[in-house]
């Protein structure tokens, strides 16, 4: 549900659709229309609220109303993407990935760890570089980086802790 919405946005909507649907046979059987009130307040909820009752009807359906735990199983399902589905392994889970949003890629590419043009390019270069057992804590930290230090326009390096380690404050930096 979070492309293109904030997360405080989307975690309250998730919180409120949760209460009244507890599983995934709940949430299949559940009407479009109530489903897009929950959701109002997330970008594209109409088109939103279909695809997360088929969703839901799918893991109903043919995973015996569990989420799969797993990448290959977790991106077939309709809408749900790298990004979800390592979200959905590593904060249902607890089994590592690199979920990489805009922030990830952004930090990861601005410090110089990689050199990459796509959030994909970045997942595979941050899973090739960093030690599994880091894997799970990299899009908590960067998302709170990136939302208060590293902003994609005007970002604070004065403040930041890293800046004499970082590719884009040096480069910026030079005269």
Same mark, same amino acid.
């Given at each position: 549900m979070s492309a293109r919405t904030k997360d405080e946005t989307t975690t309250k909507a998730v919180?409120?659709? #949760?209460?009244?649907?507890? *599983?995934?046979?709940?949430?299949a059987s559940a009407k479009t229309k109530d489903v897009e009130k929950i959701i109002k307040s997330i970008g594209f909820y109409h088109v939103k609220s279909k695809r997360i009752i088929e969703v839901a009807k799918i893991i109903n359906s043919k995973y015996k109303g569990k989420v799969p735990d797993n990448l290959e199983k977790l991106v077939e399902l309709p809408g749900v993407g790298r990004k979800t589905a390592n979200c959905v392994l590593v904060y249902a889970f607890d089994k590592p990935a690199i979920p990489v949003d805009i922030h990830v890629h952004r930090?990861? *590419?601005? &410090?110089?760890?990689?050199? +990459?043009?796509?959030?994909?390019? +970045?997942?595979?270069? &941050?899973?090739?570089?960093? $030690?599994?057992? #880091?894997?799970i804590d990299i899009n908590d930290t960067f998302v709170m980086y990136g939302q208060n230090i =590293?902003? $994609?326009?005007? $970002?604070? =390096? *004065?403040? =930041?802790?890293?800046?004499? *380690?970082c590719k884009f404050y040096k480069t910026k930096n030079v005269s």
């Amino acid at each position: 549900m979070s492309a293109r919405t904030k997360d405080e946005t989307t975690t309250k909507a998730v919180k409120v659709l #949760f209460s009244k649907y507890k *599983n995934a046979k709940e949430l299949a059987s559940a009407k479009t229309k109530d489903v897009e009130k929950i959701i109002k307040s997330i970008g594209f909820y109409h088109v939103k609220s279909k695809r997360i009752i088929e969703v839901a009807k799918i893991i109903n359906s043919k995973y015996k109303g569990k989420v799969p735990d797993n990448l290959e199983k977790l991106v077939e399902l309709p809408g749900v993407g790298r990004k979800t589905a390592n979200c959905v392994l590593v904060y249902a889970f607890d089994k590592p990935a690199i979920p990489v949003d805009i922030h990830v890629h952004r930090i990861s *590419n601005r &410090l110089g760890l990689v050199n +990459t043009k796509t959030p994909e390019e +970045t997942e595979q270069e &941050l899973m090739r570089i960093i $030690p599994k057992k #880091f894997w799970i804590d990299i899009n908590d930290t960067f998302v709170m980086y990136g939302q208060n230090i =590293c902003k $994609p326009i005007s $970002p604070m =390096c *004065n403040v =930041c802790k890293i800046k004499n *380690n970082c590719k884009f404050y040096k480069t910026k930096n030079v005269s």
